[in-house]
């Protein structure tokens, strides 16, 4: 069995997931790129290996059931568990999102990468994840996805553009998060969700005000819990979230 932590990090070839592959590779594991182009892919891989982090590639489509499949098969082969699994992967499905006029294949684009793709990726990894001494899911989700904030002020210059898909995705991660927990919670298995704060990504047209590192610190953060962290929690760099 292969010593070092491995992780897979899902959406791993630019932004914050890059970066989360980046810093944990860091720490001296081995991890997963998962990603759906294979040249992009490739490149992350060859780029992390240059900084001298131990990446291997993992084709990933996380809408895909055969590719989800064969990712799994893949970790396995190569090490037999999996010890964290950071579900990174999401897109906004397309904007502007006003509820009135967004359209269904938005909503559908959204929900399907950021909701089931994260259960589609983490029940074929869970019994890897069941194999490790200690193990992590971060789900990366978004301050958006948060009720408390998002109904605090019906006023977009308080809570952001109206999106809605891409807010409603992660309001559904966050509780589909909390469900894993209470699933898990009699397991050594710690599941949370986390926001990187605003980042300059493609995912905002690289509008935000954070870099992708900065933005990866709290998913590294989640993802390297001790045996006695949370689980079930919603997390920014600043502390816990309101769901
Ligand atoms: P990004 O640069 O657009 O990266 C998104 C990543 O997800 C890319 O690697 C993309 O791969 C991958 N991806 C999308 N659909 C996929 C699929 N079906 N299968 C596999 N990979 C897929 O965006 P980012 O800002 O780094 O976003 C990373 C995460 O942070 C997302 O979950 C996002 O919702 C969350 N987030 C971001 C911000 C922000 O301000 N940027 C704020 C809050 C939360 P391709 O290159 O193949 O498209």
Do not use: H
Not at 165 to 172: E, H, V, W
Not at 178 to 190: G, H, M, S, V
């Amino acid at each position: 069995m292969n010593e070092r932590t491995i992780a897979l990090v899902t959406g791993a070839n630019k932004g914050i997931g890059y970066e989360i592959a980046a810093g944990l590779g860091a720490l001296g594991w081995s991890v997963g790129v998962g990603a759906r182009d294979e040249q992009r892919r490739a490149d992350a891989v060859a780029k992390l290996r240059a900084a001298g982090v131990d990446a291997f590639g993992v084709p990933l489509n996380v809408t895909d059931d055969a590719s989800v499949a064969a990712a799994a098969r893949l970790v396995a082969d190569r090490a037999g568990r999996l010890d964290v699994l950071v579900n990174n992967a999401g897109v906004t499905g397309g904007m502007p999102q006003q509820p009135s006029t967004v359209s269904l294949a938005a909503v559908r684009t959204a929900l399907e990468t950021n909701v089931l793709g994260v259960l589609r990726v983490t029940n074929a990894m869970l019994p890897l994840l069941r194999r490790s001494p200690a193990p992590r899911i971060v789900n990366m989700s978004s301050g958006v996805g948060s009720l408390t904030r998002q109904s605090s002020s019906l006023d977009e210059r308080d809570t952001g553009p109206l999106s809605a898909a891409y807010s409603p995705s992660k309001t559904m991660l966050n509780a589909v998060t909390i469900q894993y927990a209470k699933e898990l919670r009699d397991t050594n298995i710690l599941v949370n969700a986390a926001c990187p704060g605003f980042v300059a990504t493609d995912l905002n047209g690289f509008r935000g005000v954070r870099t992708p590192e900065q933005g990866a610190a709290v998913a590294i953060r989640l993802a390297t819990l001790p045996d006695d962290g949370p689980t079930g929690g919603y997390f920014e760099d600043a502390g816990v979230i309101p769901w």
